[in-house]
């Protein structure tokens, strides 16, 4: 069998617009409409949320509004790309579009794969700091704002963008429920994680983390 016919017609095929694309547009949407507000208010810096502020220091934004937009764009386009080649994986998870469940389930799968995405985002997001090459080679770029505002929260490598966007789709397949797939991205795309307690504890107290703090982890 050509190992092309796997991917034939795949742009006809109504699934592959409703599953992978419609998710990578629904992730984006989501991101951006929670950064532009805050990006805004970044950018007017009122002096009645000064003292919300964790860092005092100006926020880069004229430095890093357009590059952080370039990011966005490019990063999605090499998402949609490896979606494309993934796409004979995806139709095996057995993802579907066929009868919603009853709220109480949807209420408990949401909150289950939001908790898992986020634990999985954190050991992900640790050992990243941990290993050196990744560090200066991958999550440095994330790294190089010092002090972000909303636009900036996807300013990564494309390589750590497609990670994050697989722990969420590798989470929310197991339901086998297209709408979790579609209602989980906001988690992944708001760069606004929990930051749980007890995962926070050792994350900062990880030698990587200090490290980064003292001597910035920039290549």
């Given at each position: 069998?050509?190992?092309?016919?796997?991917?034939?017609?795949?742009?006809?095929?109504?699934?592959?617009?409703?599953?992978?694309?419609?998710?990578?547009?629904?992730?984006?949407?989501?991101?951006?409409?929670?950064?532009?507000?805050?990006?805004?208010?970044?950018?007017?810096?009122?002096?009645?949320l000064?003292?919300?502020?964790?860092q005092?220091?100006?926020?880069?934004?004229?430095?890093?509004?357009?590059?952080?937009i370039?990011?966005?764009?490019?990063?999605?386009?090499?998402?949609?790309?490896?979606?494309?080649?993934?796409?004979?994986?995806?139709k095996?998870?057995?993802?579907?579009?066929?009868?919603?469940?009853v709220?109480y389930?949807?209420i408990a799968?949401?909150?289950?794969?939001?908790?898992?995405?986020?634990?999985?985002?954190?050991?992900m997001?640790?050992?990243?700091?941990e290993?050196?090459w990744?560090?200066?080679?991958?999550?440095?770029?994330h790294?190089r704002?010092?002090?972000?505002?909303?636009?900036?929260?996807?300013?990564?490598?494309?390589?750590?963008?497609?990670?994050?966007?697989?722990?969420?789709?590798?989470?929310?397949?197991?339901?086998?429920?297209?709408?979790?797939?579609?209602?989980?991205?906001?988690?992944?795309?708001?760069?606004r994680?929990?930051?749980?307690?007890?995962?926070?504890?050792?994350?900062?107290?990880?030698?990587?983390?200090?490290?980064?703090?003292?001597?910035?982890?920039?290549?």
């Amino acid at each position: 069998m050509d190992v092309f016919s796997y991917w034939q017609g795949f742009y006809n095929d109504p699934w592959f617009w409703q599953f992978p694309m419609a998710t990578l547009a629904i992730s984006t949407a989501a991101f951006l409409a929670v950064a532009i507000p805050w990006t805004i208010v970044a950018w007017r810096d009122p002096v009645s949320l000064r003292k919300y502020k964790i860092q005092q220091k100006p926020f880069e934004l004229k430095q890093f509004l357009l590059p952080s937009i370039g990011r966005i764009i490019i990063n999605n386009i090499i998402l949609a790309a490896l979606l494309v080649l993934a796409w004979p994986l995806l139709k095996l998870t057995g993802v579907h579009n066929g009868e919603m469940p009853v709220w109480y389930i949807i209420i408990a799968q949401l909150i289950f794969f939001v908790l898992l995405d986020d634990f999985l985002y954190y050991c992900m997001h640790r050992y990243m700091h941990e290993n050196k090459w990744l560090l200066r080679n991958i999550h440095s770029v994330h790294h190089r704002i010092r002090n972000t505002c909303g636009i900036n929260g996807n300013y990564m490598h494309w390589v750590e963008y497609s990670l994050t966007a697989s722990l969420t789709v590798s989470g929310s397949n197991h339901s086998r429920d297209a709408y979790l797939c579609g209602l989980d991205v906001g988690d992944f795309t708001s760069n606004r994680r929990s930051r749980w307690a007890y995962w926070l504890r050792y994350s900062l107290e990880s030698r990587a983390f200090i490290a980064c703090v003292r001597r910035p982890c920039l290549s």
